[in-house]
């Protein structure tokens, strides 16, 4: 018995040895995948991943990307769960390896394989969870097309959007709203339980993040003077759709004034004309009572002392038409006096008599003038011996209400940068016509030209796949950057090289020149495409503290039609949303900083930050001034402080003294 237990004593260490290498196998295999997926064809085979599979987060989140491609959705389904296990949390640039980085949404890749499984009830609670995680345009995409299934199946019964507008204001009742706003805004909320998926207004698409059962849109429509009817169209998941139509009477124009009689020192009679109504007149400063009505007839009496007379005209929008009647008793008997402001100083086309033409002059303006303002308020006068019928401003006709031989038109006129002609025409009761032409040059102030808005170098996007002509997409996402005017921006050599070599430039048109000085920030971006569909992620990093500023990211499904360049506007305009302008007031100035209150945002309202660039600048002309101001750059500086409405900026110590109360603050 001795003799078996000794025996047994002297084979222990080997058993131990040989227990000890067998649970180091085991827990070595535990480390390694469980299987290796097989999907395919022979030509092609998916389930696979690059390098070697080490049974991180990342390699089951790629071999899933993998097998989805190749449409072995169980697979994938099986790596998902596995790479969530690991790694919960969708995420836009997750940290891999060292400074290896990857966009991973697995929860929403898991929602697209139920939902390409049929199975939309896990599909919408994995896309929900994604975009409560890190929001995705695919993900919505997505979730729409779910949430268009189970409203199918469960037959619920139609219902169509309710739009409330919150600009304009006006009576619903009113067939017609009257403004004189440039531009005209048009906001509010459309509301509905099967999900608002969009909103048109007139031929805009208006910008939704994503549908909703309440969303908020606005747009600025730039509307010219006279009647416009702008639809704004509500459309949910299911297709029904809500119309409520918008009727714009634009009006910019003060009221027609004319004079029946005018005897200095005595009375001053007349009408007053405008399609807008709500008529009000003053008279030497003093109030003149009037009828209601949009033609109403005045009769005024004057002291011994009032020679001089200024009739002031209003209509109910505060459009106004002002002139100043003469002191000679011999000019105002002339004839009837018809006006719509004040001449400033003439530029004569012809002396007046009854076989000529009426003469035209254009008021506060010369010969190839330079002009900073985008719209100009022309005024022109206009003289007759014959009734003046007929008047046009580029082709448009002005209604001149009614017959006279001597009358002013105040008219807004848009203005395009570089050189423009104005042309004027009056055709009176004989038929004789009289033409002025009047060139004039637009300048872009100079803190609003481009050089001065904040600068982004633009590197080539990195693609998933070598497909060259996705070039294009880049290139188109340029032209609507450009077109936006937001940015200075400056094209990486590289990708200017490759727009070379696929013939863009030629075929597209010339890129921006690089602009002067040192970028800001770079944008960088990478392209996907899979079998569902294309995604293009994009992110602006500023170059001094490599922090990322804005993300954002648009998707073009596999069937989209077309969408290539609707796609790359979209993410134009995601980043010019991300970036608004802000036009500042200074109110208040102390030591070596200026509290600064925002007065304007375009496109919308958005989030300053401390460090961000500004220009201080001065409008150097009266508001009213027809030519405008340059508005020169004053000091470059950067916020320092944010606080409740207002924010705090640097004043260099050189220009202590200089900036003042009435100087402006405007962001890069």
Known sequence: MMEIWQKHRKRRPLKIALLFFLLSGIFFLAGCPVQQRVCGTDAIQYCDVRGNFTGQWYDFYERALSCMEGGCYASAQEDLTEAIARRYEDQRRARAMGMHFLDYFPHRELGLVHYLSGNDESARDQLELSIAQYPSEKAHYYLDLVRKRLMASRQLHPTAPVILLSSPEADEKEAVIWTRDDPVRIAGIAKDEQFVSAVRIGEKEAFLEASGREVQFEEQLRLDGGRHEIPVVAENLPGQKTVR???????????????????????????????????????????????????????????????????????????????????????????????????????????????????????????????????????????????????????????????????????????????????????????????LRLPLIRKVPEVMQVKHRYGLSIHPFEFTQGAADRLLFQYRFLDHLVELKRFRLMVNEDLRSSFAAQNLLKNQGEMPENGNGAPHAVLLGILYETREGMEIAARIVEIESRQTLATADVFLPANGENGMDQMSARLARKFFRSFPMVTSDIIHIFGDRMEVKPTQWMPVKGNLRVGWPLLVYREQSPENDLHGSDMPVLQETSVIEIGDGTFSAELADQEKGKIRLMDRVITR
């Open 245 to 435: 139509k918008l009727i714009f009477q634009v009006d910019r124009s003060g009221p027609v004034l004319l004079i029946e009689r005018f005897v200095p020192r005595y009375f001053v009679k007349g009408h007053l004309f405008d399609d807008a109504g709500g008529l009000s007149l003053s008279i030497n400063g003093r109030p003149a009572e009037l009828s209601p009505g949009k033609r109403v007839g005045f009769d005024f009496e004057l002291s011994m002392e009032e020679d001089h007379v200024e009739i002031a005209a209003w209509d109910r929008l505060g459009n106004e038409t002002r002139i100043l009647l003469p002191d000679s008793g011999a000019e105002a008997a002339s004839g009837p006096l018809f006006a719509s402001n004040d001449p400033l100083f003439a530029l004569w086309a012809g002396r007046s008599n009854r076989d000529a033409g009426p003469i035209i002059r254009i008021d506060g303006l010369a010969h190839e003038d330079l002009i900073y303002r985008e719209s100009l308020p022309l005024e022109a006068e206009l003289k007759g011996a014959n009734n003046i019928e007929t008047v046009e401003v580029n082709g448009a006709d002005v209604p001149v209400g009614l017959p006279g031989k001597h009358l002013f038109i105040n008219r807004f006129v848009r203005l395009a940068q570089g050189r423009n002609e104005i042309t004027v025409q009056a055709t009176d009761a004989r038929g004789l016509t009289s033409h």
